[in-house]
């Protein structure tokens, strides 16, 4: 059982179009994230959505777009695509606790790349 | 936002060698996990640590957490070449936006 999928898993795609990426998580978690990891691997938070709300948003142009239809899924829309987009985006999910770190489990990723 | 500094960067190893890598900031951590990130895949919790001073381990690999809540370290004894992977240290919780460091990319050859 896949916990958390995302498609597509590769995206080539010319400068300009729009795009999206799917995520969907089976384990029951109320956050979902959006990460994006760079050509050296630096990972870094993008969104972090809580019951459909968005509680984080770092600073990512607003060509993406979040979107998240239930607890289960979180979507990512990017408008204009810009070379600069070339990168691996990962969703993960994790429960929301009051206490300790939360534990974030990773989709496989999505490599997309710009031309 | 804390800022999480890894060292090293890279570290090119053979199977049987003991290593430790780091993870420190300025700031001192609420809690800090470890992640390994295979090629290819997602990172994957390795382990999560909370008090000062505390030691965990996983295996052949053991975690410490400075005593003062500013670094941690992770030593692996007689690596494999199947810990090759980048390791990646991450603080944060509730509302704060979660922090990664830049990572270690360890390879271990046979």
């Not at chain 2, 700031?27 to 382990?47: I, K, M, N, T």
């Not at chain 2, 690999?61 to 809540?69: K, S, V």
């Amino acid at each position: 059982d896949t916990a958390v999928s995302q498609t597509p898993k590769y995206l080539v795609t010319q400068m300009g179009n729009d795009k999206s990426i799917k995520c969907e998580q089976n384990l029951g978690h109320d956050t979902m994230y959006w990460y994006k990891q760079d050509s050296k691997k630096f990972l870094k938070i993008m969104f972090s959505y809580n019951n459909k709300e968005l509680i984080i948003n770092e600073t990512v142009p607003n060509r993406f777009s979040p979107k998240s239809p239930d607890k289960a899924h979180l979507n990512l829309h990017i408008n204009s695509l810009e070379l600069g987009d070339s990168a691996v985006y990962f969703c993960a999910s994790s429960q929301r606790t009051s206490g300790d770190q939360e534990t974030q489990y990773f989709g496989p990723g999505t490599r997309l790349l710009v031309l | 936002t804390q800022l999480l500094e890894q060292s090293p960067q890279f570290l090119s190893i053979q199977e049987g060698e003991n290593l430790t890598v780091y993870c420190n900031s300025s700031s001192v951590f609420s809690s800090l996990q470890w992640y390994r990130q295979e090629p290819g895949e997602g990172p994957v919790l390795l382990v999560t640590v909370v008090t000062g001073g505390e030691v965990k381990k996983l295996k052949r690999l053991t975690f410490q957490f400075g005593d003062a809540r500013k670094d941690s370290s992770l030593h692996i004894t007689a690596a494999q070449p199947g810990d090759t992977g980048l390791y990646l240290c991450s603080t944060g919780q509730g509302n704060t936006p979660l922090v990664f460091g830049k990572g270690t990319r360890l390879s271990v050859i046979a």
